[in-house]
């Protein structure tokens, strides 16, 4: 058998200085390679930590994206300017290019559960998808001047909108929040559900709640967006004119009424008799000191009709008392008249006091 040559170093004829150099090059050697370890397993863990980071940033940045696409906001934006021709009925638009016209003076409009199936009278109905092209599906109810009309929605939630409003709103809330956004009045008896509240926007403000009744004013002629608590709780939150344009947030409780100055972005609110902003949805108008020209412009709104007081004292007196408002027009005007001394003329669809 051939001896096979040994590859081992030999160290035996190393002086003892040699053997501790030797010895400090191996330490050395040792701890540079511990080190570079290290730094490895550091670096690898750092870019890891980016690489998740970054992604999640994205899908983050992805998520609020895709919810502001699907945001009640944008859906407003985006119609905005859109249907503004005169109505003589009320109009439901379906995802904001289909109309159902509904020809009663006071219509009805129920949403199943699902949001799927949708009830208008007692004799018509229409099916709907609740997502199209993997965006929300939403739906406005127009009434015009002249005109009221009830809507149960998707989550048993109703809402009566009295004459020159709009409503706009998913056709079933998905999500974490149901929002709904609105023009003109309307008086919101909202389903309880502690882990969905239910949200009513309106430009620059906007109303929380889980359960209760209330009666939101926003008409787009008016100087202030005005919303009466009759039971339950609400928070209001809105833009304040602080150098920062920031968000401010109050609760109000029953019997108060929280005026939004839509100039100067201020709040004030007020206890006071609240039987007069819920007493429409029964066809009763109730009146309290208040001037002829406000009375007039409630009626005129109502009826859908022009009327012009000419005397500028007498569209400052101010008036108590009840109208029937589902009485005809000139009779409302007669039972005004009868309080205090004015003359009137009707021309066509226009009311001239003096």
Same mark, same amino acid.
């Given at each position: 058998m051939?001896? *096979?040559e #040994?590859?081992?170093?030999n160290? @035996?004829?190393?002086?003892n200085?040699?053997k501790? !150099?030797?010895? +400090?090059?191996?330490t050395?050697?040792?701890?540079?390679?511990?080190q570079?370890?290290?730094?490895?397993?550091y670096?690898?863990?750092?870019?890891?930590?980016?690489?998740?980071?970054?992604f999640?940033?994205?899908i983050?940045?992805?998520?609020?994206?895709?919810? +502001?696409?699907?945001?009640?906001?944008?859906?407003?934006?985006? @119609?905005e300017?859109?249907?503004?021709? %005169?109505l003589?009925?009320v109009k439901?638009?379906?995802?904001?290019? *289909?109309?159902?016209?509904?020809?009663?003076? =006071?219509?009805?409009?129920a949403?199943?559960?699902?949001? *799927?199936?949708?009830?208008?009278?007692?004799?018509?109905?229409?099916n709907?998808?609740i997502i199209k092209d993997?965006?929300?599906v939403?739906?406005?109810?127009?009434v015009?001047y002249?005109k009221?009309?009830e809507?149960?929605?998707a989550?048993?939630?109703?809402?009566?909108?009295?004459?020159?409003?709009?409503?706009?709103? %998913?056709? #079933?809330?998905?999500?974490?929040?149901?929002?709904?956004y609105?023009?003109?009045?309307?008086?919101?008896?909202?389903?309880?559900d502690?882990n969905? %509240?239910?949200?009513?926007?309106t430009s620059?403000?906007?109303?929380?709640?889980?359960? @209760?009744?209330?009666?939101?004013?926003? $008409?787009?002629?008016?100087?202030?967006?005005?919303?009466?608590? *009759?039971?339950?709780?609400?928070?209001?939150?809105?833009?304040n004119?602080?150098?920062? =344009?920031?968000?401010?947030?109050?609760?109000i409780?029953?019997? @108060?009424?929280?005026? $939004?100055?839509k100039?100067?972005?201020s709040?004030?609110?007020?206890?006071?008799?609240?039987?007069? $902003?819920? #007493?429409w949805?029964?066809?009763?108008?109730?009146?309290? =000191?208040?001037?002829?020209?406000?009375i007039?412009?409630?009626?005129?709104r109502?009826? =859908?009709?022009?009327?012009?007081?000419?005397?500028?004292?007498?569209?400052?007196?101010?008036?108590?008392?009840?109208?029937?408002?589902?009485?005809h027009?000139? +009779?409302?005007?007669?039972t005004?008249?009868?309080?205090?001394?004015? !003359? $009137?003329?009707?021309?066509?669809?226009?009311?001239?006091i003096n």
């Amino acid at each position: 058998m051939k001896k *096979q040559e #040994s590859n081992n170093a030999n160290f @035996t004829d190393l002086s003892n200085n040699e053997k501790n !150099q030797l010895k +400090n090059r191996v330490t050395d050697s040792i701890y540079t390679y511990i080190q570079r370890k290290r730094f490895v397993k550091y670096a690898i863990s750092i870019a890891a930590a980016s690489v998740v980071g970054f992604f999640s940033v994205g899908i983050f940045n992805k998520i609020n994206n895709n919810n +502001n696409q699907f945001s009640i906001e944008n859906f407003v934006r985006t @119609t905005e300017g859109k249907n503004l021709e %005169p109505l003589e009925n009320v109009k439901l638009l379906l995802n904001g290019n *289909q109309d159902i016209e509904i020809d009663d003076e =006071n219509s009805s409009i129920a949403y199943s559960s699902t949001g *799927q199936e949708i009830k208008i009278g007692n004799e018509k109905s229409v099916n709907q998808d609740i997502i199209k092209d993997k965006n929300i599906v939403f739906n406005t109810l127009i009434v015009p001047y002249g005109k009221r009309s009830e809507i149960r929605l998707a989550d048993g939630s109703k809402v009566w909108l009295n004459s020159g409003s709009k409503l706009i709103f %998913p056709v #079933s809330f998905i999500g974490k929040t149901r929002e709904v956004y609105i023009e003109g009045e309307g008086i919101f008896e909202v389903a309880h559900d502690k882990n969905h %509240p239910f949200i009513v926007k309106t430009s620059n403000h906007e109303i929380e709640v889980l359960g @209760t009744v209330f009666n939101v004013s926003n $008409y787009a002629d008016d100087n202030a967006v005005n919303t009466v608590l *009759q039971s339950g709780s609400v928070q209001i939150s809105f833009k304040n004119n602080s150098f920062f =344009n920031s968000k401010k947030s109050i609760k109000i409780t029953p019997g @108060t009424i929280a005026i $939004y100055n839509k100039a100067n972005k201020s709040l004030n609110t007020n206890e006071e008799d609240i039987e007069k $902003y819920f #007493s429409w949805r029964e066809g009763i108008f109730i009146f309290k =000191n208040d001037p002829l020209h406000i009375i007039m412009k409630k009626i005129a709104r109502y009826y =859908n009709i022009e009327i012009v007081i000419n005397d500028a004292s007498l569209a400052n007196e101010t008036f108590s008392g009840h109208l029937d408002v589902k009485d005809h027009v000139e +009779n409302v005007i007669t039972t005004i008249k009868e309080t205090t001394e004015f !003359q $009137y003329h009707i021309d066509d669809n226009k009311i001239t006091i003096n």
